[in-house]
């Protein structure tokens, strides 16, 4: 699990005084920064780099991919002479991914892909910190990094993956698009009611999941909150759906989700939603709540993605979703495979 | 935070496999174990202690003292050349905090009366690992270690507090006797209620506050769980519990409770209950919640405790409570002292 969190209003001042006591001498800090934020002059003073630190801005249009964290490795180790003090990433959950991947990378060997799995990595990553600037992914807490390989999307889980210091501040969050806002807290609706419904459950992944499910409902369906409570709760939410998954696993969601992403490069967010309004079989009670919070909010979730997929597109698709065995045996037990057959996959892409 | 967790039936036998990597060579294992498992044969093979690993039974039946820390540290010193691998507690709230205040005193000078008060720790405890046996008082999961010392009952709250591994195995928990179980439990409730109705409260201390308090009411009020259940719900309220007040703080009761503690050696636990009985005008809606859950597990919470004390006792008990300041801040904001004088205290105690 994450040690050191601090959360709060206003609490990102504090990322200088939380940094000083890691920095090593001659050796940066290196800052990855959603490129949102590229012209918020007021957010980069506030990051206050020192000495020879740097921030990269990264677009994150795309799903992070095993090559740009390579490419980022390789160009810090280019440029420095000093493996960096820390990595600290400032965005949503592409970005934060991506900085628990490359503070793993600078000390690992080998390309990211070679670690995507279970507990691969063998080193210990270096320190790095996570400040979220959206809601929902849980990649701030969790101890995985998905990124989309040469042959797979799959995570890097393993003990060294957490951060080791994350910054909560819910105003960071201020300014984030409707479509995105909403799609980011689905995904963490959807963590919670995949591991609610999951075989893999145990109490304590339940009570986390619990409360971030009921908290999303206080968020997106009971619709009372002030603005300010809404952006702290959902940032609990995040956490501990985080922490849910942590524990357990995801489900029929993801997996598919995976597929789609993999192929289209659809983003996470709403590669989810757009998976999970078809899933009425597996989740009924919690699909019909979610076309009820689609409804109420005036999202649009896109729609006939995979009309005109190729063959090919279409079977590599069902390749990903399928490589995601304990997804499925945490969604519907040993015998998922007669359940889950690639016609039946066929079937509910065809209808995204 | 804790970094490290566990969670299951029978995760208590993955102790062994934890500790493995951690042995240094000639440093042994302590194991601070409550003396209620003195004689249970079975739970000892599972501690399976090597080479010169050292099981010591300690008695919960006193609150941990600083002079015991002092005792057990000094003991350590002289049998051993090298410090421990690590402190292993293995009991209730008291046996954990002794092996968190003991591997924080391996590596600091002085006496543990030197460092109650808030981050006066300055060197990295001993590595040190705690399994609750008993659920409810969040010791697994605090930064503090509450010890009553020479001049008071205060924690030692620090970064270097937090255990670096929990195992949470709620099978630990089977043959609590049921009034230590309501009590602790309503440890662990009675944290809720004055983290939720405290001042210092904000989304993150509230989500975690929230959780333990609706498994507390499962538990407890609901009663319809199976004992199974039941275990790993009260073992995860205390764990949520504990995280609420790690970033928020307690109230009256433990201000109050503190107090009786130091002056009658009072065990926390039941003296919670004592407190928490008289303090409607405090809590007013929680405080009929606790009588309901008392009278339907058939509890008897002491009674009359104060009736006989000497003015010296009573005036060293008000001392004690006073002296809490944010404990009474949380409570009641800044203008504490104008709504807690003396006499107030007094005539709340004489009720107790």
Redesign the interface.
């Known amino acids: ?5 601090v ?2 209003q206003g609490s990102f001042d504090q990322l200088s005084s939380i940094l000083a006591p890691q920095r090593k001498d001659k050796a940066p800090f290196i800052f990855l920064v959603d490129d949102v934020f590229k012209s918020n002059k007021e957010l980069i003073d506030r990051i206050n780099p020192r000495f020879n630190d740097k921030i990269v801005f990264i677009s994150a249009d795309e799903e992070p991919k095993t090559s740009q964290v390579d490419q980022i490795v390789k160009e810090i180790k280019t440029e420095f002479t000093y493996k960096p003090s820390g990595i600290i990433g400032i965005g949503g959950g592409t970005i934060l991914d991506l900085a628990k991947a490359v503070s793993i990378m600078l000390t690992n060997k080998g390309s990211a892909a070679d670690y995507q799995g279970w507990d691969l990595v063998k080193s210990k990553a270096i320190y790095h910190v996570g400040v979220p600037t959206i809601s929902g992914t849980g990649a701030e807490v969790s101890r995985t990094t998905v990124l989309s390989g040469p042959v797979r999307k799959l995570g890097i889980n393993s ?1 060294f993956t957490p951060f080791d210091q994350v910054i ?1 501040d ?1 105003d960071l969050t201020i300014g984030v698009p409707k479509n995105q806002w909403f799609y980011t807290g689905m995904d963490c609706f959807i963590h919670c009611v995949e591991s609610l419904n999951g075989t893999f459950l ?3 992944s ?3 999941g ?2 971030a499910y ?2 999303c409902k206080e968020i997106f369906v009971d619709n009372v909150l002030s603005d300010e ?1 809404s952006r ?2 959902l ?3 995040s ?2 759906g985080g922490m849910s998954i942590a ?1 357990s696993q995801v489900g029929v969601a993801h997996a598919m989700s995976y597929g789609l992403s993999y192929v289209l490069g659809t983003k996470h967010g709403v590669g989810n939603c757009i998976v999970f309004d078809h899933l009425e079989e597996f989740y009924p009670k919690d699909v019909i709540l979610f076309k009820e919070m689609v409804k109420s909010h005036g999202i649009e979730i896109p729609k006939h993605l995979c009309a005109n997929l190729t063959d090919n597109q279409l079977n590599t698709m069902i390749d990903i979703a399928l490589s995601l065995v304990p997804l499925w045996e945490n969604a519907l037990g040993d015998n998922w495979e007669t359940i889950i057959t690639r016609d039946k996959l066929k079937t509910l892409y065809l209808k995204m």
């Open positions: 699990m994450v040690p050191k969190v959360f709060g003990d909560l819910p145990n109490a304590f339940q009570s986390y619990e409360k009921d908290l409570e702290g709760k940032m609990m939410a956490w501990h524990y």
